[in-house]
């Protein structure tokens, strides 16, 4: 004998979410049960708005509640150079890290032969109609340091080596605060790999 | 500069999930982003569906579409017999089982002082009214097997002694395809303490 239909019906909308698996779709209707009515209803409300009001930026692809994005949109940054990124996510980090003031460009994911996603579910298009504007000095590839990003900046390399424009790629080392012997082998050699001279 | 405000408001909610971080939050925003209208319209009605609809059986406190669960309504289980659990999350895993043919009742958590919880929240003053009602012959305590549980098994026993009732626990021991030399300490205890002649 299982939960109640609806209940059923909610915990498959819930796996359906990422991270989230039976266990935790279970947990989370038993949470739903018991909060309050007002909270579930806000949960519920804030998911319409961000639905409603939430598109990517006609520049660079990342979430935004109007046209062009609040970073796009700041005159006080540098427009001639442009990193790209996986994901929105990845934008919040290198915001968080204080370190950058050019623009970004958005691609929404990355290359995954595996997951069956090729260079045309990304976005590419986008990103080569910046370029072709012009005045771009530099562009900078941030993807993630594994498979999928790997296949992804060479992909671009390949396709923007023509543009002579300046590609460069964020380093890859030892992370801040590493205990050498504890970093895995792959690191340590792309640690070695980009050794600078002091 | 962070994301968009609506987006902010979502994350915060989703947050407090049980189970989902800040990271998983900031995925399923990105899910919920992606995916079409009417998945997300599917999700919420769901959830709606689930808050309006379900309540707690009278009888067993199990999730319930209607006064008394369908566990409580089938003539067909015994109803001398009753399997104390702390979630209905338990109630489906021994259900799954098929190895009880009993009633459940739910006590909606476990008695944890450091969360402090004690057993006045819990399902409980239901649990004597059943008993009062007579004709149950065996009580089950099917806690966690971890402090928690521990301490609201024990309270039940010191609760429900005077009842003369019979009072039995589940098992503890090697779980089912374990290789020995990987079972942890305490498990080992329990488990040659719970040792049965053959």
Chains 1, 2 share one sequence.
Do not use: W
Not at 119 to 141: C, P, T, V, Y
Request: charged share 25%; proline share 4%; glycine share 8%.
């Amino acid at each position: 004998m299982g939960y109640p239909d609806s209940i059923k019906r909610l915990i498959q909308y819930l796996m359906k979410l990422p991270g989230v698996g039976r266990r935790s779709a279970e947990r989370i209707v038993s949470y739903i049960l018991h909060a309050p009515e007002d909270e579930v209803k806000f949960l519920v409300q804030s998911i319409y708005q961000v639905k409603r009001s939430i598109r990517l930026c006609r520049l660079c692809r990342n979430f935004s509640e109007s046209e062009i994005c609040a970073i796009c949109r700041d005159g006080r940054r540098d427009r001639t150079l442009i990193c790209v990124v996986e994901n929105p996510q990845d934008v919040m980090a290198i915001e968080k890290s204080g370190n950058f003031n050019g623009l970004y460009h958005v691609l929404g994911g990355a290359i995954s032969p595996l997951e069956g996603r090729d260079h045309r579910e990304l976005e590419i298009a986008s990103l080569l109609s910046r370029i072709k504007q012009g005045n771009i000095h530099e562009i900078i590839l941030a993807m993630d340091a594994d498979a999928e990003g790997e296949a992804t900046a060479l992909y671009l390399i390949q396709l923007l080596k023509p543009t002579h424009i300046k590609l460069t790629r964020i380093g890859m080392g030892i992370p801040s605060g590493a205990n050498l012997e504890y970093v895995d082998a792959t690191t340590l050699a792309s640690a070695l790999e980009g050794r600078r001279s002091v």
